[in-house]
Structure formats: structure tokens, C-alpha cells
């Protein structure tokens, strides 16, 4: 096995990209939002708070792109039965949709996640900072 493997990480043109896209979903869809980027080791390397948006989302943000990157999967995922336990254990961890994984060539390089407005719409604000990556 060798000693060291090529891997991939995140841009600053990248994050900003992503922040981009996310902030024109969010305005498309007529709210307000944090988005944050983490890296592979869940170190914030991009985050913006829109103008009006929620003081508290800058908490959940962070702690919903931490829990997509660490859990290499979307938040929301685990059963309620577990989430407090999982959130006790992990500290950072949330169940609550609005992070998802960057992933290249089957590799998690990072997350991205959107917090602050209706559950579904932090969702489709994540997804559209997703996509606004060319992996």
C-alpha cells in the first residue's frame, strides 16, 4: 500500500461559487439564508450570512455542513431515535436537512450546507450551491 494518495480539495473559487449560486437560489426564492463550505476535515473555509437573515442560522449552518462532510451524507438522514444520542456523542452533529457532501470521484472533499429559512427551501439553497460545482 503506499504511503501517500492523491486527493482533491476545495477552491476558493469553488466556495465562492458555491455562495454565489446559493445566494440567486435564495433569492429566487424570495428568502433569506447562511450558507457555509467546509472542507474534508470540517474546517469552515467559506461562509456568508445574507442581509436579513436569521442570527441563529450561523450556528446551524456550520453544524449542518460539519455534520454532511464528517457523516459523508446529506443531513437528515438519521432515524429520530438516534439523532439526540448521535448529538450528545458528536457535538457538532444536526439532523436537520440543508448539508450535503462534496463529492469527486467518489471522494468527500467537503460540504456545503443553507440554514435559516423553511426546511425545504435551505434544501434546494444547498442543492444549487452543489451544482454550481463542475467535478
Do not use: W
Amino acid at each position: 500500500m503506499p504511503d501517500f494518495v492523491a486527493t482533491h480539495r476545495l477552491t476558493e473559487q469553488a466556495s465562492l461559487k458555491m455562495l454565489h449560486a446559493g445566494v440567486a437560489k435564495a433569492d429566487a426564492l424570495g428568502c433569506k439564508v447562511s450558507l457555509a463550505v467546509v472542507d474534508a476535515s470540517c474546517r469552515l473555509i467559506a461562509f456568508l450570512m445574507m442581509d436579513g437573515a436569521r442570527h441563529f442560522s450561523i450556528i446551524t449552518t456550520q453544524r449542518k455542513a460539519i455534520t454532511a462532510a464528517s457523516q459523508r451524507q446529506p443531513t437528515g438522514y438519521a432515524p429520530e431515535a438516534n439523532a439526540l444520542s448521535m448529538a450528545v456523542r458528536m457535538g457538532d452533529f444536526t439532523n436537520v436537512p440543508g448539508g450535503f457532501p462534496i463529492v469527486v470521484e467518489g471522494e468527500v472533499i467537503g460540504a456545503v450546507a443553507a440554514g435559516g429559512a423553511k426546511i425545504e427551501q435551505d434544501v434546494e439553497v444547498a442543492k444549487a450551491a452543489l451544482a454550481a460545482l463542475n467535478p
